[in-house]
């Protein structure tokens, strides 16, 4: 069973920056797809970024395409998010994701992707 652990939210300035990092247990992060997904009040959950088991490769969506930054560090067993340039629609809480399979990349944008979840990491960017 893996458990997902997430870290690091909090309130930032716009402009400002943040790093989520998503902790995993019961797996190595290395033999998982890990992603990141948001949800603001009122809306529904919404693809952030996406890395690939194995050689890791990033999937970032368009929204935050050259802001955020997804990486693995196998050592400490965790998936970071590093957030630059936050502005006030980044604001939600965010989800950490999994899967032990090795889904295709057009499903990685999909939250029944994957089996497992973290509780969520809130994000609030206000001046």
């Known amino acids: 069973q893996v458990q997902l652990i997430e870290s690091g939210g909090g309130l930032v300035l716009p402009g400002g920056s943040l790093r989520l990092s998503c902790a995993a247990s019961?797996?190595?992060?290395?033999?998982?797809?890990v992603a990141w997904f948001r949800q603001a009040p009122g809306k529904e959950r919404e693809f952030v970024a996406a890395?690939?088991?194995?050689?890791?490769?990033?999937y970032p969506a368009t929204s935050v395409k050259g802001r955020f930054t997804l990486s693995r560090d196998n050592g400490k067993n965790t998936v970071d998010l590093q957030m630059n340039s936050l502005r006030p629609e980044d604001a939600a809480v965010y989800y950490c994701?999994?899967?032990?399979?090795?889904?295709?990349?057009?499903?990685?944008?999909?939250?029944?992707?994957?089996?497992?979840w973290g509780q969520g990491a809130q994000v609030s960017v206000s001046s």
């Open positions: 994701a999994a899967t032990s399979e090795s889904p295709i990349v057009s499903s990685l944008a999909y939250p029944s992707t994957y089996d497992y």
């Open positions: 890395l690939k088991r194995s050689q890791g490769t990033t």
């Open positions: 019961g797996r190595a992060v290395r033999d998982l797809a």
